[in-house]
């Protein structure tokens, strides 16, 4: 069974850039989670998709946005890039949420 | 958010040894998660808990929910050096649709 594919692994973009992360859940999963990590803050929780519908939305400003398609693939978009977006940003995807996440590799993005 | 404080933030010890980490929440949960990171990598499910005082195993890692249900604990017996890494508590929010995370244990394990 594959786990949950984030791609691209690596990534490096210029201020005022945007950029596209993808997500591809475990099959059968229809929760997608976003988080972003960084040394300073840990897991901070950026959104939750549930069959194409944003359910919950962490607090962060509206330069990032997400979405999910109806074979549950999930991106998010990061707008206007700053230097502190530079991050770990993790997908997790999940049937029962009380039963945990399964998380991607994380795509590790680096702005300059 | 939900502020999950673990603790220690890190532990340096000999292979061998037993080690004990907590967290805990200034509020309520449910259910208790514990995941390990590998550097590079995302976070990986260890241990899942879902009820007040029940202990669970998984090898030589044993996770425990508090009575209170405020706090958790993972301990694992005689480390070996694979088990380097940083150690997450997690939670569920009120609507299950989002998991807080702890500030995390550095573990590093010499051999």
């Known amino acids: 069974k594959a786990g949950v594919t984030q791609t691209p692994r690596y990534l490096i973009k210029t201020r005022g850039q945007q950029v596209t992360l993808s997500c591809s859940p475990i099959?059968?999963?229809?929760?997608v989670s976003w988080y972003q990590q960084t040394p300073g803050q840990g897991l901070q929780f950026l959104f939750e998709?549930?069959?194409?519908?944003?359910?919950n939305k962490g607090n962060f400003p509206g330069r990032f946005s997400g979405r999910q398609f109806s074979n549950s693939r999930s991106e998010m978009n990061v707008s206007t890039l700053e230097l502190g977006d530079s991050a770990l940003y993790l997908c997790?995807?999940?049937?029962?949420?009380?039963?945990?996440?399964?998380f991607g590799s994380g795509t590790r993005l680096t702005v300059v | 958010g939900q502020q999950l404080n673990q603790s220690p933030q890190s532990m340096f010890i000999q292979e061998g040894e037993d080690v004990s980490m907590n967290c805990t929440s200034s509020s309520i949960f449910n259910t208790w998660l514990w995941y390990k990171q590998d550097p590079g990598e995302g976070p990986v499910l260890l241990i899942a808990l879902y009820k007040a005082g029940e202990l669970t195993s998984n090898g030589r890692l044993t996770a425990q929910f508090g009575i209170t249900r405020k706090d958790s604990f993972l301990n694992i017996s005689a480390s070996i050096p694979s088990d380097v890494g940083i150690y997450f508590c997690a939670g569920p929010s009120n609507t299950g649709n989002q998991f807080y995370f702890g500030t995390g244990t550095s573990l590093t394990v010499i051999p």
């Open positions: 998709y549930f069959s194409e519908t944003q359910r």
């Open positions: 099959s059968g999963h229809r929760s």
């Open positions: 997790a995807s999940s049937t029962l949420q009380a039963n945990g996440y399964t």
